[in-house]
């Protein structure tokens, strides 16, 4: 517990990335999402797979190259198409490569480049830029507030199969710890989408979790523990942002389609 919370103290510096947003922001998303492709890539090598490095690292580029210096839907379409075209092609070398190879590369990019993204396109949606806080709030505060509470009342398991220390006491102490983080933000610094602010808390609070499972069952079938060893405590990139990858696209698609 002692090496968790002091791995977390070790983080919050990184929320100054946050306080300085724009370019600055994106460069960070940019930096997880080429560190968080390699090391989800790296697991497949216990499964004797071989998805592309290069053109992860290329999508990556294109990608924030596109967000940076044109946007616009129909470009976010075309390099989907493109990444999608390019992890294909990569077939090509059939004596080399499998199916599978390809499946993981796409994999890799929707799921650690581009989820990962929303942090920047959050951040990028002028009035409401400040709701990027609640990517953090919703998915770090849940995961202490399910920690704490798991540890003090958990007695059911929630998936155990899955992660067997998670409880249903932890799971829901977690969604209402995201609730009251996020009506606490809400009342002091977005006062006038305080009730959205509320919803979003209990949507990534369930969503956070989900994001969290998903890497879990991700390392199991890898057969690995954690997917690197950057923080002490925490794992890799990915062992410290699996929920945000989850929370930033619901909430970034909240404030699109609702507010």
């Not at 390809?102 to 480049?113: D, F, K, Q, W």
């Given at each position: 517990m002692k090496t968790r919370i002091l791995s977390g103290l070790i983080m919050t510096p990184l929320l100054i990335v946050v306080v300085l947003g724009g370019k600055v922001l994106a460069l960070a998303c940019f930096a997880i999402g080429i560190m968080g492709v390699r090391e989800f890539y790296n697991g497949f090598k216990s499964l004797n797979m071989k998805p592309s490095y290069s053109v992860a690292y290329i999508s990556t580029i294109a990608l924030y190259a596109i967000n940076l210096l044109i946007g616009g839907s129909d470009w976010y379409m075309?390099?989907?198409f493109g990444s999608i075209l390019l992890s294909l092609l990569y077939l090509f070398k059939i004596e080399e490569r499998n199916l599978e190879d390809?499946?993981?590369?796409?994999?890799?990019?929707?799921?650690?480049?581009f989820f990962s993204f929303h942090v920047a396109l959050v951040e990028q949606t002028a009035e409401y830029s400040i709701l990027v806080w609640l990517i953090f709030l919703t998915a770090f505060g849940t995961d202490v507030m399910a920690y704490f509470t798991g540890y003090a009342f958990g007695k059911?398991?929630?998936c155990p199969t899955i992660s067997p220390k998670k409880t249903i006491e932890g799971a829901i102490g977690g969604t209402l710890g995201s609730v009251i983080l996020c009506g606490v933000f809400g009342h002091f610094f977005a006062p006038d989408?305080?009730?959205?602010?509320?919803?979003i808390g209990v949507l990534g609070g369930i969503v956070s979790q989900f994001g969290d499972l998903t890497a879990s069952i991700f390392k199991r079938k890898m057969g690995i523990k954690d997917y690197?060893?950057?923080?002490p405590g925490h794992g890799g990139i990915l062992?410290?942002?699996?929920?945000?990858?989850?929370?930033?696209?619901?909430?970034?698609?909240y404030i699109t389609l609702v507010l």
């Open positions: 075309l390099w989907f390809a499946m993981a590369t796409i994999t890799g990019i929707v799921y650690v480049v059911h398991k929630l989408v305080f009730i959205h602010c509320m919803v690197g060893n950057l923080i062992d410290r942002f699996d929920s945000v990858l989850f929370t930033a696209p619901i909430i970034y698609y």
